[in-house]
């Protein structure tokens, strides 16, 4: 049942993207994409308005008039030939046998960034209703936190439960609309255009995002994480104002729109986007002798996308400030400072005004770290920038459409000026907002520069599909092109074995997952919902803590207790451990139980004990924690002896 509802929603897609095909001047290989960003942005917009689930319901009843418009036999629109070409048709196969297979595959949420938001976000929104600001959970949301995706995986399961592998199955129905705006410029029956074209986009995740040997089941393509959906979706809004010969900039102000909203770097990056459009926009005007009135068209429109952009971020800020008691004025971190008062503070940094030393060690680590990590299956990032400006350089050299020569070129001079301001706007988030112990290892380095470039090649690969629409070249370009695609979907085979793909892995990927749903229905079986639930896992560097949080929501599981406490850690009488021990809680038993009723709750969710916990608080239940010698434990305050009395256990044994 679960995938016929899902089918549904696809349904509905399709009826929107039929629309914009026939009574539209769209191609219609750009129709799904476009559809997918204003799917969005009307489920962003109705989160931050509180009407989401109304909001679904008109979506899907006027989806059903988009059906019967496409079809109606009033006022002009496009023959049926115009849907029958290979891009269009592929997505809506592919999509829906993705569907199909991720229903019978049941994949699953596996990352730490997935139970601290992307995936527990997007169960809240659909458990509840609403958007997950406010929610009733252990740890405060973020700005930075965007509800684009969030909401998307909440239209692929309006209809029916919640379950994690329709999420997965919505972002990647996302990342097939994008593969398929390259394959616009493939006419009727250009299946040797159109495939090379797919499976380019379809490999891009895999060259950028990984490198070196996979040894463990890599989570592309069953991931809700934002990274790659970002990258390629900044990629995709170039690629639609590309692939559309009447540089229509409406379907690109979608997408920017949305990319704003898909996590805070994607504003930066949407910026860049639109400044290489608009720039293409007016200098395509100018060349081709616009009167004075049309430049002042192009010009308003180019403004139009940055407009578009600054509605889109601020629209966010705004409802945060209204729905939130976050403070959305700073970036966060170690310096507090506002946005602008970060860049600007940078700017001076840059030019030698006050400059410090971290200043200098972290942006000089970030160059070295282009060149010499290798941290693609291409090679260093420098590489990857030196492929896609020869991607540019090729569609420039490959066409004799002179408007083509100019868009290579304004790409490829911008592109490179984006990516440098792309990079110094990273390197200052590790000056002025990460702890020293991650910017001084310049963690997670890749993963920020990942979205640029894997959208920056995507746009590329869309150049030189585009040049493959001349006659003359044609043939050269296609086969070209097909043997490039060879070459790196067996650089991708040799890297990661099929096995270790979510189209072959076994169930054993998933084990672990099963069996931690398990502990978690059997701790809600004895555990009211409306109770808080304190949760004691020794060792825990907060990833346990996240994972439960998870499974076990909405029932609501503490793990600060107070500020002092933070997320995840061993509990121990002071002096049991040395002061600086990382996630350490030194409490006395008599702290640690006021503690825990302080907070509210009145169950403890002992996933795992050890003998530092035994040591110190065995007295404050009526077993002495003999329960936890089988294994995991729940246990419930009893407000008459003051301790807390063992309920049973859960998950086997230990």
């Known amino acids: 049942m679960e995938l016929v509802l899902s089918l549904v929603s696809l349904a509905a897609l399709g009826g929107y993207a039929l629309l914009l095909v026939r009574r539209t001047a769209l191609p219609a290989p750009l129709a799904p994409f476009t559809a997918l960003c204003a799917t969005m942005l009307w489920f962003a917009a109705a989160g931050m308005l509180g009407v989401l689930v109304p909001a679904g319901w008109v979506y899907f009843v006027l989806a059903a008039g988009a059906w019967v418009l496409a079809f109606a036999p009033v006022g002009h629109k496009k023959p049926l030939s115009a849907l029958n070409v290979p891009g269009f048709l592929a997505f809506w196969v592919l999509s829906a046998a993705l569907l199909v297979f991720f229903s019978w595959r049941q994949p699953m949420f596996s990352t730490w960034d997935e139970f601290s938001f992307w995936g527990t976000a997007a169960k809240i929104v659909k458990t509840s209703g609403h958007l997950y600001v406010n929610a009733e959970i252990g740890w405060d949301w973020v700005g930075s936190h965007r509800p684009a995706l969030i909401v998307l995986g909440y239209f692929f399961q309006f209809f029916g439960p919640y379950a994690e592998w329709r999420v997965l199955a919505g972002y990647d129905i996302l990342l097939l609309a994008l593969f398929t705006t390259l394959t616009a410029a493939a006419p009727k029956g250009a299946w040797r255009q159109a495939v090379p074209a797919l499976g380019f986009g379809f490999l891009l995740p895999f060259l950028i995002t990984l490198y070196g040997n996979v040894t ?15 990258g390629l979706t900044f ?3 170039m690629a639609v104002y590309y692939m559309d010969r009447r540089r229509a900039l409406w379907p690109t102000a979608l997408a920017l729109a949305a990319l704003c909203l898909e996590k805070d770097t994607g504003f930066a990056m949407a910026l860049v986007a639109a400044g290489i459009i608009g720039a293409d926009a007016f200098l395509s005007a100018l060349a081709e002798k616009a009167p004075a009135p049309a430049l002042g068209r192009t010009l308003a429109k180019a403004a139009g996308l940055f407009l578009t952009c600054g509605v889109s971020f601020w629209s966010w800020q705004r409802y945060l400030s209204v729905a939130s008691t976050a403070d959305t004025s700073n970036v966060g971190g170690t310096q507090q400072m506002g ?3 970060m860049v600007i503070t940078g700017c001076k940094e840059l030019l030698g005004i006050g400059r410090t030393e971290k200043f200098s060690t972290i942006m000089g680590g970030m160059v070295k770290n282009l060149f010499t990590t290798t941290t693609t299956m291409v090679g260093p990032f420098f590489l990857v920038v030196g492929l896609t400006l020869a991607l540019a350089v090729g569609a420039a050299l490959f066409t004799r459409e002179k408007a083509l020569r100019r868009q290579a070129g304004v790409f490829a001079v911008l592109g490179l000026g984006g990516f440098a301001a792309y990079f110094f706007f990273i390197g200052l988030t590790y000056v002025y907002v990460f702890r020293d112990e991650v910017s001084d290892g310049l963690v997670g380095f890749e993963r920020y520069m990942y979205p640029y470039l894997l959208g920056w090649l995507l746009a590329a690969g869309a150049l030189v599909l585009r040049a493959m629409e001349e006659e003359r070249p044609a043939g050269l370009v ?5 043997v490039f695609v060879l070459g790196l979907a067996g650089l991708v085979w040799l890297r990661v074995p099929f096995t270790l793909t979510v189209f072959g892995c076994g169930d054993a990927a998933y084990a672990q997952r099963w069996q931690t749903r398990a502990v978690a229905r059997e701790v809600q ?7 808080h ?7 825990d560097d907060g990833s346990r803590w996240f994972l439960y949080t998870y499974e076990l929501y909405p029932w609501y599981l503490d793990y600060s207790g107070t500020e002092k406490m933070g997320g995840g850690g061993t509990f121990a009488l002071p002096g049991a451990l040395p002061d600086d021990t990382l996630y350490y809680h030194p409490y006395t038993t008599e702290e640690l139980r006021d503690c825990i009723l302080d907070s509210g709750c009145s169950y403890l969710f002992i996933e795992k004990s050890d003998d530092l916990f035994a040591d110190g608080y065995a007295s404050l239940f009526s077993d002495g924690l003999a329960g936890c010698a089988a294994g995991s ?17 859960v998950g086997g044994t230990a």
């Open 216 to 230: 463990r089941t890599t989570d592309l393509y069953a991931s809700s994480l934002s990274d790659i959906p970002l």
């Open 235 to 237: 990629g995709g809004a």
């Open 339 to 341: 946005m602008a008062e």
């Open 478 to 482: 296609q086969t070209g092109f097909g």
């Open 525 to 531: 079986a004895v555990v009211p919902e409306d109770a």
């Open 533 to 539: 639930i304190f949760f004691v896992s020794q060792g």
């Open 633 to 649: 434990a729940v246990y419930e305050y009893n407000a008459g002896t003051g301790r807390f009395d063992f309920v049973c256990n």
